[in-house]
T-cell receptor, first 111, second 116 residues
Framework: EDQVTQSPEALRLQEGESSSLNCSYT??????LFWYRQDPGKGPEFLFT???AGEEKEKERLKATLTKKESFLHITAPKPEDSATYLC????????????FGAGTILRVKS | GAGVSQSPSNKVTEKGKDVELRCDPI?????LYWYRQSLGQGLEFLIY????????KSGLPSDRFSAERTGGSVSTLTIQRTQQEDSAVYLC??????????????FGDGTRLSIL
């Protein structure tokens, strides 16, 4: 059973068309939920850490939220440069210090 | 440099050869991690170092894989007798002391390993 599941697998948006990406998790003892952005040929770039349900973080057009079972990455009025793969990862007491990643959502924003 | 540095960026080798991959973490980061990213597999954990010790090696797929870290800084991942299924991007990450609340891990751009 996957511990971290991201949906959708791929998302195509028109420039300015807001949407949300989902990350659901089934771990105990959550120590942190992390969002990363990955561009082709590059390593994951850290975006946000969320620690507890109800927490929200914002950066430019991105806003991450967390509940007890899932996290959302909201993208407001996206631009073509927001096109990337967005990865969600959890760190939990049952796994020690490693990150367990979801498969990612590939986002394409067309102008 | 300011970020995690990995070398080489690309490596092509023949099946059966040994390879060494290098990671230079962010200065001051005591924790270092190796992950592997393959098509269809996503990002999977290999090994974690705290200082020069490796308290978690649970992700190493076989005894052909080993890693070391010296001086609390640079780490080397070695794959012996490479197989085609070892082809992947090997990513290194570092973080501040991970004890307590989760510290974000910062990644390098990886080494793309291709086994012919």
């Amino acid at each position: 059973e996957d511990q971290v599941t991201q949906s959708p697998e791929a998302l195509r948006l028109q420039e300015g068309e807001s949407s949300s990406l989902n990350c659901s998790y089934t771990v105990s003892g959550l120590r942190g939920l992390f969002w990363y952005r990955q561009d082709p040929g590059k390593g994951p770039e850290f975006l946000f850490t969320l620690y507890s349900a109800g927490e929200e973080k914002e950066k430019e057009r991105l806003k991450a939220t967390l509940t007890k079972k899932e996290s959302f990455l909201h993208i407001t009025a996206p631009k073509p440069e927001d096109s990337a793969t967005y990865l969600c990862a959890v760190q939990a007491a049952e796994y020690g210090n490693k990150l367990v990643f979801g498969a990612g959502t590939i986002l394409r924003v067309k102008s | 440099g300011a970020g995690v540095s990995q070398s080489p960026s690309n490596k092509v080798t023949e099946k059966g050869k040994d390879v060494e991959l290098r990671c230079d973490p962010i200065s001051g980061h005591t924790a270092l991690y190796w992950y592997r990213q393959s098509l269809g597999q996503g990002l999977e954990f290999l090994i974690y170092f705290q200082g020069n010790s490796a308290p978690d090696k649970s992700g190493l797929p076989s005894d052909r894989f080993s890693a070391e870290r010296t001086g609390g800084s640079v780490s080397t991942l070695t794959i012996q007798r490479t197989q085609q299924e070892d082809s992947a991007v090997y990513l290194c990450a570092s973080s501040l002391n991970p004890q307590g609340a989760g510290q974000p891990q910062h990644f390098g751009d990886g080494t793309r390993l291709s086994i012919l």
